[in-house]
């Protein structure tokens, strides 16, 4: 069954350091697609990245950068020298191929607090 | 607009009223998506469209959930007699096409009394 998994239910770090948001996730495709989404206080759902299944390579922009690791299915987010700004709950999700609508599933979302 | 608008943003409802919720995606958008979201939960799949096509309804929790996209652009999701389970934040969402990141709203937050 896809499922989406975010252990980490809340996360505080003092601001400077470096977190890590960790997901994993488990689908019978072979193609999916993999998603980061950040929902601030005002609850909009922000896009954050895409990752297709065959492309593992790594990923930076600015301070935020992506692992992506398909032999532990898990796709995990490092936010580098956190601020205040950050705060928020971020959220992972797969989407299938042959469903057909690439529809989302989502994990139950990480809350991060960055403490100035 | 540039992004998608979902209105009212906020509706309180007495249990067994109807109610229905609007979401205007972007210009242009073939995709459009609602989900559910509870609180403190990730969002859940309640029904998908392409253009005026409703192509998968497999997450509407209930025949009382009613969605339409009659020509293809806003989209409207209707609740029928209301329960308080149906508390939640909708969340629309539209996308340019296949396999392309969804664009949410800011949701319309349901309050069932």
């Known amino acids: 069954a896809q499922k989406v998994t975010q252990a980490q239910t809340e996360i505080s770090v003092v601001e400077k350091e470096d977190v890590t948001l960790d997901c994993v996730y488990e689908?019978?495709?072979?193609?999916?697609?993999l998603f980061w989404y950040k929902q601030p206080p005002s609850g909009e759902l922000v896009f954050l990245i895409r990752?297709?299944?065959?492309?593992?390579q790594n990923e930076i922009s600015g301070r935020y950068s992506w692992n992506f690791q398909k032999s532990t299915s898990s796709f995990n987010f490092t936010i580098t020298a956190s601020q205040v700004v950050d705060s928020a709950v971020y959220f992972c999700?797969?989407?299938?191929?042959?469903?057909?609508?690439?529809?989302?599933?989502f994990g139950t979302g990480t809350r991060l607090k960055v403490l100035a | 607009g540039a992004g998608v608008s979902q209105s009212p943003r906020y509706k309180v409802a007495k249990r067994g009223q109807d109610v229905a919720l609007r979401c205007d995606p972007i210009?242009?958008?073939?995709?459009l998506f609602w989900y559910q979201q509870a609180l403190g939960q990730g969002p859940e799949f309640l029904t998908y469209?392409?253009?005026?096509?409703?192509?998968?309804k497999s997450g509407l929790p209930s025949d009382r959930f009613f969605a339409e996209r009659p020509e293809g652009s806003v989209s409207t999701l209707k609740i029928q007699r209301t329960q308080q389970e149906d508390s939640a934040v909708y969340l629309c969402?539209?996308?340019?096409?296949?396999?392309?990141?969804?664009?949410f709203g800011p949701g319309t937050r349901l309050t069932v009394l």
């Open positions: 969402a539209s996308r340019a096409g296949g396999y392309n990141e969804q664009f």
């Open positions: 689908t019978r495709d072979t193609t999916y697609y």
């Open positions: 990752r297709n299944s065959f492309d593992e």
């Open positions: 999700a797969l989407s299938e191929t042959t469903s057909g609508t690439y529809k989302y599933i």
């Open positions: 210009s242009g958008h073939v995709s």
């Open positions: 469209f392409q253009n005026e096509a409703q192509l998968d």
